[in-house]
């Protein structure tokens, strides 16, 4: 069964910190993978995107993993602000040439003064 | 640019009415997503169109809920007869068509707030 799990589910840290949320899938064949970034209220906007064929993405302070073996994938946050508190969702797209994601249930992430 | 765009915001209805669900995908998008989410289950694809045409819609729930998608600005979601355990938030997103921009990128509306009671 396609499957997207994340782990902590939950993280609370302090402003300035980094940290590093985790997904791993069971989604075969695969496609590519996307972080989204969900702020409270609102829709999720992509933080970024992996094909097969690579194995780290930045966006400015958001660097995304990818390893397609181990079918793992982690996002770090460096140098963390108030603005990052939202909920990290892990999506994986199969490879079977459909628009269909599968969706992890995400990590909520709370960063504080 | 205006991006998707979904009305109402919120919605607050008694069991047993119709719902109608509203949604204008970016202009120049071909396909178009409706998603629920959930406490429990996170997002959901319920159904999505390519070029106006349903192409998968097994994430509907039940003969409750239909979507249409008249023309490439405008689809409907609507839920008749609405029961307290569709109260989810709604998620239109839509999608450029190969060659123009990231055609694996979706892009999503605000969501509307659901609430049967």
């Known amino acids: 069964k396609n499957q997207v799990e994340q782990s902590p589910q939950s993280l609370i840290i302090l402003e300035g910190k980094n940290c590093t949320l985790q997904?791993?899938?069971?989604?075969?064949?695969?496609?590519?993978l996307r972080w989204y970034k969900q702020d409270t209220g609102r829709g999720p906007v992509s933080l970024t995107i992996m094909t097969f064929s690579e194995n780290t993405k930045s966006n400015g302070r958001y660097t995304a993993t990818l390893d397609a073996d181990t079918k793992q994938s982690s996002l770090h946050i460096t140098a963390s602000q108030l603005s990052d508190s939202a909920s990290y969702i892990c999506v994986v797209s199969p490879g079977d040439n459909t628009d269909k994601l599968i969706f992890g249930t995400g990590t909520r992430l709370q960063v504080f003064p | 640019d205006a991006g998707v765009i979904q009305s109402p915001r919120h919605e607050v209805t008694e069991m047993g009415q119709e719902v109608t669900l509203r949604c204008k995908p970016i202009s120049g998008h071909n396909s178009l997503f409706w998603y629920r989410q959930t406490m429990m289950r996170g997002l959901e694809l319920l159904i999505y169109?390519?070029?106006?045409?349903?192409?998968?819609d097994s994430g509907m729930p039940e003969d409750r809920f239909s979507a249409k998608m008249p023309n490439a600005s405008f689809s409907t979601l609507k839920i008749q007869p609405s029961e307290p355990r569709d109260s989810a938030v709604y998620f239109c997103a839509s999608s450029p068509p190969p060659g123009q921009g990231n055609f694996y990128e979706q892009y999503f509306g605000p969501g509307t707030r659901l609430t049967v009671t």
């Open positions: 169109f390519n070029n106006n045409v349903p192409i998968d």
């Open positions: 997904c791993n899938y069971t989604v075969s064949p695969f496609s590519n």
